[in-house]
């Protein structure tokens, strides 16, 4: 297919529509028929794409690191000033990050918006471009050569760079001579399992380090699946899952001897639920829901289109009709659960835009009271009567405001970032130093470090439209844009507005 780095020419060249052509570049399989190709001469193609990809995967990985360098440590805020980085802030990821070449802290951030992939995962993209660069040189030559793949570099990458910094010196390098020589032969688990031997073997004080530091990574993640289902996944010390497993394994298997037409999984599932909700157990206190209710305003009865009443005021009437619905909904009416709280997200029906936020208590104040101006509990005008909450002439924010963002946003609204909004700061766009309102339209939920790196961080821009159409610019030139998360959001937990945080000037 192609002869060494004579694919670069001929892909640069390909890429720009040919004149008199149908607009668009050139396709790989339009310049190299496949048609034609001998099974010989199709498993060679697929043989030099795999030598391509290789070359190109270093390519990247130098590419990273490259950019890496461009956005160094220095250039982060001190410990102790203002904005800095709090001690204990980074997940293991990002503190194997840090030490791979005194990278900015907000490295990822970047990453993750030029890839356009979540911050997570550009720490782990730039952990194994940096660790093959400039820890396993090797690896990456031969990776640059085409002579061993992805998969088998960065399962080496994952294996020996965590034990970089614990190793002595010319240790990786010895390893890497070893496991190099066998690369191809051995499956990406096979080829792991011989770096680990003979690091071990090597210096059998970094196989320790490495357990204690892995240890460090344990933890619960949740993570949506289609069909109403979600995964719940623990990363801990195997002696420890091993433990959990069997014993919601031995529970569901009595259960099954015991007549459960059940299968397994469910009841292994089940009985785990059972183990950590411990409903029967009353020594703590309850954990209490806090509820956010997606309402959509009532289309009006004379079936005008759905788009046609978007952004109409909120009447009387309207107001009306919905706590009429709840109540409709359940004996004695939606009510908030126990200990906790409920919120009304009233939107349009049409584009599912946040229009207001309501407790039920007001809503009920609200129908009471009905319009100020033509008042009387069946008035039908159409003077509004709810909206968005009023900017007040001053930094912080209303207690309104923040429930009203909370509910618009819902998590922080860096692009790639799902921190949930009841950890996050809220943000005035324009600076209130600068002139911006505190006002719905110029404020938005950002996390804690996208805070910090909106504030402090020079070279990325942040702009946000009257919608709330959130456009976020790197450094380096990239950018994505953000919409509130509209009709997405759904009854979902979310913890109180207290929880809130509102920095002190100059954020
Ligand atoms: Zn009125
Ligand atoms: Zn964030």
Redesign the pocket.
């Known amino acids: 297919m192609f002869e060494g780095w004579g694919v670069g020419l001929a892909v640069a060249e390909m890429l720009p529509a040919h004149p008199g052509s149908s607009g668009r570049p050139t396709r790989l399989s339009e310049a190299l028929p496949v048609r034609g190709r001998s099974p010989e001469g199709k498993a060679y193609e697929l043989r030099r794409v795999q030598q391509l990809k290789s070359a190109i995967a270093a390519y990247e990985a130098d590419l990273i690191a490259g950019l890496a360098a461009d956005r160094p440590a220095t250039a982060d805020l001190r410990s102790g000033t203002p904005g800095a980085a709090a001690e204990g802030w980074c997940t293991p990821d990002a503190a194997d990050l840090a030490r791979l070449g005194g990278v900015s802290e907000f490295f990822p951030d970047e990453l993750a918006q030029v890839l356009h992939c979540s911050r997570a995962q550009a720490t782990t993209t730039a952990t194994h471009a940096l660790t093959l660069v400039h820890l396993l040189p090797a690896t990456w030559a031969t990776l640059a050569d085409g002579r061993i793949d992805w998969p088998r570099a960065r399962g080496l990458a994952q294996q020996l760079g965590p034990s970089a910094e614990e190793v002595a010196p010319g240790v990786l390098a010895a390893v890497e001579a070893v496991v190099l020589s066998r690369a191809m032969e051995l499956s990406v688990t096979g080829l792991r399992a011989l770096a680990e031997r003979e690091l071990a073997r090597l210096d059998p004080l970094a196989a320790a380090h490495r357990r204690r530091r892995a240890a460090k990574a344990a933890d619960v993640r949740l993570r949506p699946a289609p069909d109403g289902m979600a995964e719940l996944s623990v990363f801990l010390p195997a002696p420890a899952a091993a433990a959990v497993y069997e014993t919601a394994d031995r529970y569901a298997r009595l259960e099954k001897e015991a007549g459960s037409p059940e299968p397994i999984g469910v009841l292994r599932a089940r009985v785990l639920v059972a183990l950590v909700l411990r409903p029967w157990d009353t020594s703590r206190p309850p954990v209490t829901a806090h509820l956010t209710v997606l309402a959509p305003l009532p289309v009006l009865a004379n079936s005008v289109g759905v788009g046609a009443v978007d952004g109409r005021p909120i ?2 009437r309207d107001l009306r009709e919905l706590l009429e619905q709840l109540d409709a909904l359940c004996p004695g009416g939606l009510q908030a659960p126990t200990g906790g709280s409920m919120l009304l997200a009233l939107t349009d029906p049409g584009t599912g835009r946040l229009r207001a936020t309501v407790t039920r208590r007001e809503l009920e104040t609200l129908v009471r009271r009905g ?4 008042p009387g509990p069946d ?1 039908d ?3 509004a ?1 709810l909206g968005e909450p009023e900017a007040p002439d001053r930094y912080s924010p209303t207690r309104a405001q923040r429930r009203f963002l909370r509910a618009r946003d819902h998590r922080c609204r860096m692009p790639g970032c799902s921190s949930r909004a009841g950890w996050v700061d809220l943000d005035h766009v324009v600076p209130h130093s600068d002139g911006g309102e505190t006002s719905c339209d110029n404020l938005c939920c950002l996390c804690r470090r996208h805070h910090r790196l909106k504030t402090h961080v020079p070279g990325w821009t942040f702009v946000m439209d009257d919608d709330g159409v959130l456009t976020v610019t790197t450094p380096s030139g990239v950018t994505r844009v953000t919409r509130p998360p509209g009709s997405d959001w759904n009854l979902d937990p979310t913890p109180e507005p207290r929880d809130l945080v509102v920095d002190p000037p100059p954020f």
């Open positions: 009447t009387a319009c100020p101006t033509h008035s005008c159409a003077c009567v």
